[in-house]
Structure formats: C-alpha cells, structure tokens
T-cell receptor, first 116, second 118 residues
C-alpha cells in the first residue's frame, strides 16, 4: 500500500532553532506539495514542486522557510530560525501530474511542530 | 478568486443513518476538480472522493457519494450507513486548473466535524 511518509511525526523545539522536515512521496508521483494546517488559517499551501522543480512557493515566508527536492524520493522543508508562530501541522502531499492537471493529492501523516 | 465554503461547523448523525455534508464553491474556471478528505483525530488527511467538473455522473466510492450540482456550485458529500469510525473532520477542496502549467494547489474549506452516535 503506497503512502507518503513524513519524518519526524512530532517536533518540539525552541525559538531560534533550525527545523527540518522530510517527506518521501509515493513512488512514481512527480508532484509534491507542502501544506500547513493551523486552527486560525486552516490548510494553506506553502510550496509546490513538479518533477523536482519548484513551481510555486508564494505561500512560504521566504526569509525563514526553504523547500527543496534533492532527489525524486525526498522533499525537505526547512525553517531557520523557527518562531512560535510556526507551530502547526505540516503536511506533505504527492500526486501524478499529466499536462497541466495534477491528479489526486495523497497526504502524508503530517509533522506536528511546536516552537516554544 | 476561487473559494470553498462549508457552512456546517459540526454535525451529529446516528449510527447506520445517512448524512450529507454541505460544500459550495466559487470559481470562474470552466474546468476544475472537487475533492473530499477525511481527517480523523489521529490527524492524517485521507482522500475520499473526487468529482471533475466535466463528469456527467456523480462520483461514488463505496459508502461515499458526491451530490454534484454544477449550476448551484455545490458538491455535497453523502455518507450512507454511518459508522462510528466515520467520526472525523471532513474537508471539501477544489483544485485550481492553471493552463499556464503553474500551481495546481488545493483550496480547502474550513471543514465539518462529524460525530456519529451509537
């Protein structure tokens, strides 16, 4: 049963520390999305990759967040330095994009981040 | 701008009964996709069902069906024969279709919390 995996599942850190979240998309999927879920904002897109190339990171605070795909099996989201307002659940999702359409997005279990 | 609206913050249903979760959307694109996801208390987002804007038939997946009324811009989720395990938050989402090949992100509603009572 193919699934998106994310590590770590939970992370507690102190303000100012660097946080790295990892995602392994479903094998064969060529699109990867990073979403953030908070009580106040709900689910919002942070960044999006297709064939490992970043296509949209307009939802991401550029000064402290960065997203990369070093290879087709790994996507990373990094926060440096972290702030308490970054506390949220971060989801990675993957899908298969054909042409201009992206098929169903399958979500990972999420990383619950708490910044003290 | 595209928007998804879920007007029911919470709902109760008796076990074995059917329940309808409402979702309305707003878009000027003729081509779009609509999704429902389930988020149980464990936190994962589980894909349930998909409806394309050009699909002639309402989508069905087991006990889930999507009541798609294009003219009214509604895409309600119907769960038949509710089970205790259906208790969760349910999100309606719309996929943008960007012909420029850019973002195909999902825009989510605020969710409906469903509680199935024995």
């Amino acid at each position: 049963d193919a699934r998106v995996t994310q590590t770590p599942r939970h992370k507690v850190t102190e303000m100012g520390q660097e946080v790295t979240m990892r995602c392994q998309p479903i094998l064969g999927h060529n699109t990867v999305f990073w979403y953030r879920q908070t009580m106040m904002q709900g689910l919002e897109l942070l960044a999006y990759f297709r064939n490992r190339a970043p296509l949209d990171d307009s939802g991401m605070p550029k000064d402290r967040f960065s997203a990369e795909m070093p290879d087709a099996t790994l996507a990373t989201l990094k926060i440096q330095p972290s702030e308490p307002r970054d506390s949220a659940v971060y989801f990675c999702a993957s899908g298969l994009s054909v042409g201009t359409n992206t098929d169903t997005q399958y979500f990972g279990p999420g990383t619950r981040l708490t910044v003290l | 701008a595209q928007k998804i609206t879920q007007t029911q913050p919470g709902m109760f249903v008796q076990e074995k009964e059917a329940v309808t979760l409402d979702c309305t959307y707003d878009t000027s694109d003729p081509s779009y996709g609509l999704f429902w996801y389930k988020q149980p208390s464990s936190g994962e987002m589980i894909f349930l069902i998909y409806q394309g804007s050009y699909d002639q038939q309402n989508a069905t997946e087991g006990r889930y069906s999507l009541n798609f009324q294009k003219a009214r811009k509604s895409a309600n989720l119907v769960i038949s024969a509710s089970q205790l395990g259906d208790s969760a938050m349910y999100f309606c989402a719309m996929r943008e279709v960007n012909y420029g090949g850019a973002t195909n992100k999902l825009i989510f509603g605020t969710g409906t919390l469903l509680a199935v009572q024995p």
